[in-house]
């Protein structure tokens, strides 16, 4: 069974342009989460999807961040503009649906802003 | 708001003795306790969990334990290997199946 897939593994902008991260999660997983996490601290979820729509997305700094989820299978997680605070690995995870604890997980994007 | 704590940052142990990860949480409304292993440029992989009516679950080296009342859970590896050297990340979820996780701690087990 083929795992989350994400891409690209690395980018570095500078501050105030624009970056977009793609997901594709495990086959016939229902629900996808996006994730951020900052050096030395856990994963803090972005935003939870359910097939195509939003579940939770309370922490997203909707300001600047932006996600969506066409036709329930993959994902695009957008900063646009970035700030240098937005450094961190963005981890894209999947199960099979919203009820289930279990969470597989992508390898993560590391994104550097300069 | 750091709903998660671990507060060991790092832990070293030799092979074969027992590791212990420790884990705090302070929202009684958790439901599912769960910990993740992560090694260097891969991301979390699921390790063992634990229901919030439980407070105890085996899997192999892999024990979690959890006490409600003092609101802390805990991972016992035994005995250790090498490989188990990685991140271990506490993780609880919430009323809207959120995960909130801890900070993590990085476990070495020397040869």
């Known amino acids: 069974e083929a795992g989350v897939a994400q891409s690209p593994r690395y980018k570095i902008i500078e501050k105030r342009q624009s970056v977009a991260f793609w997901c594709n999660p495990i086959?016939?997983?229902?629900?996808l989460y996006w994730y951020q996490q900052i050096l030395g601290q856990g994963p803090k979820l972005l935003i939870q999807?359910?097939?195509?729509?939003?579940?939770?997305d309370s922490q997203l700094p909707k300001d600047r961040f932006s996600a969506e989820r066409l036709k329930g299978v993959d994902s695009t997680l957008k900063i646009q503009p970035a700030k240098l605070e937005d450094s961190a690995v963005y981890l894209c995870?999947?199960?099979?649906?919203?009820?289930?604890?279990?969470?597989?997980f992508g390898p993560g994007t590391r994104l550097t802003v300069l | 708001d750091q709903q998660v704590k671990q507060n060991s940052p790092s832990l070293s142990v030799q092979e074969g003795r027992i590791s212990i990860l420790n884990c705090d949480y302070t929202?009684?409304?958790?439901?599912?306790f769960l910990w993740y292993k992560k090694y260097p440029a891969e991301g979390p992989t699921f390790l063992i969990s634990?229901?919030?009516?439980?407070d105890k679950n085996e899997d192999g080296r892999f024990t979690v334990f959890l006490n409600k009342s003092a609101k802390h859970l805990s991972l016992h590896i035994v005995p250790s290997q090498p490989g188990d050297s990685a991140v271990y990340f506490c993780?609880?979820?919430?009323?809207?199946?959120?995960?909130?996780f801890g900070a993590g701690t990085r476990l070495t087990v020397k040869p």
């Open positions: 995870a999947s199960s099979l649906g919203v009820n289930t604890y279990t969470q597989y």
């Open positions: 086959s016939g997983h229902a629900t």
């Open positions: 999807f359910q097939n195509n729509g939003v579940v939770d």
């Open positions: 929202n009684s409304m958790f439901d599912y």
């Open positions: 634990i229901s919030s009516i439980k």
């Open positions: 993780a609880a979820r919430g009323n809207n199946n959120d995960m909130r």
